[in-house]
């Protein structure tokens, strides 16, 4: 059985978690604002961007989201209007938006499109780095006028991403695969908003630069690596503990590996990880309690 990995780009695509924001009825170029409008009936078509809404304190006027808009749990709760990767433009118009909230790529660009063809407003944006992260809260918070909660949310996070960065100072940095596929194995590179969270959590990649953000690796590049630490995200987040067995047995092949001579794999809840969102700090720590126990104490989620 194939082995696949959720990679950021499925939930951002993130996370994660960092999108380039369109204006309604405007050229389509990067980083254009649209002009605020009060915004009574929200759709949201990706779990990152419903999770910064809620954040914003607008519950209220969100009426529909993904399918997979899961956090905070009352989210899950909310009408329905297709996949991430596949929009349901028949839904969408049903709910009577006065916004709709989507991503960059290409599924939900085309949607997009259609929408502003037929006169609704649409935010577009593109979230692939923990700066676009920050810059997209806030450009939400101007479609949305909750620019004063905006600059709040962003500041929290900021200030905690700077305690994490400080923290570095005091530690000796980890060597890490991250693994996003199995078969055939392929890894996140330094490129990647992974390798920004690695960082932060202390962390480095063991995979040096790429052409690819997430290359294919053979088994000579992995064992050149000398990754100390393995993770995995989840399938899903049932039964963590039988992926986590399942990961340990895949990986005893390469018992001369560093993170498998002394029990180092580790199979992460993917959602606060990979979705690159308002739970940003939440997937640094539980990183970072794996990488250093002694310093941040237990592991999370542990074996």
Not at 99 to 111: D, G, R, Y
């Amino acid at each position: 059985m194939s082995k696949l990995w959720p990679v950021p780009l499925a939930i951002l695509l993130c996370a994660g978690a960092g999108f380039l924001l369109h204006g309604a009825w405007q050229a389509r170029r990067p980083n254009e604002t649209a002009s605020p409008t009060q915004a009574d009936r929200i759709v949201s078509l990706a779990p990152n961007l419903t999770e910064i809404l809620f954040a914003l304190g607008l519950e209220q006027n969100v009426v529909a989201v993904s399918s997979d808009s899961d956090y905070p749990p009352v989210a899950a709760a909310k009408a329905k209007v297709g996949t991430f990767w596949q929009p349901n433009i028949e839904a969408i118009i049903a709910s009577k938006p006065d916004l709709v909230m989507t991503l960059w790529f290409q599924q939900q660009e085309a949607v997009a499109e259609s929408l502003r063809r037929l006169g609704y407003r649409v935010v577009t944006l593109r979230i692939q780095t923990i700066p676009e992260l920050l810059s997209a809260i806030q450009q939400i918070g101007a479609a949305t006028e909750t620019a004063d909660r905006a600059d709040e949310l962003v500041k929290s996070i900021s200030n905690r991403i700077d305690h994490w960065r400080s923290a570095q100072h005091t530690i000796d940095p980890v060597k890490v695969l991250w693994v996003v596929q199995t078969e055939p194995l392929r890894v996140a590179g330094r490129n990647t908003f992974i390798n920004e969270l690695l960082e932060l959590a202390g962390g480095e990649n063991a995979i040096g630069p790429t052409l690819q953000q997430y290359p294919p690796i053979s088994s000579e590049e992995l064992l050149a690596c000398r990754a100390e630490v393995i993770f995995q995200s989840a399938m899903n987040n049932q039964d963590i503990s039988a992926q986590q067995k399942a990961a340990k047995a895949f990986w005893s092949k390469w018992p001369s590996l560093p993170a498998v001579q002394n029990d180092r794999i580790y199979v992460v809840e993917p959602d606060t990880v990979l979705r690159l969102g308002t739970r940003l700090c939440q997937g640094i720590e539980l990183i970072a309690r794996h990488l250093h126990a002694d310093a941040w104490g237990q592991a999370a989620n542990a074996k």
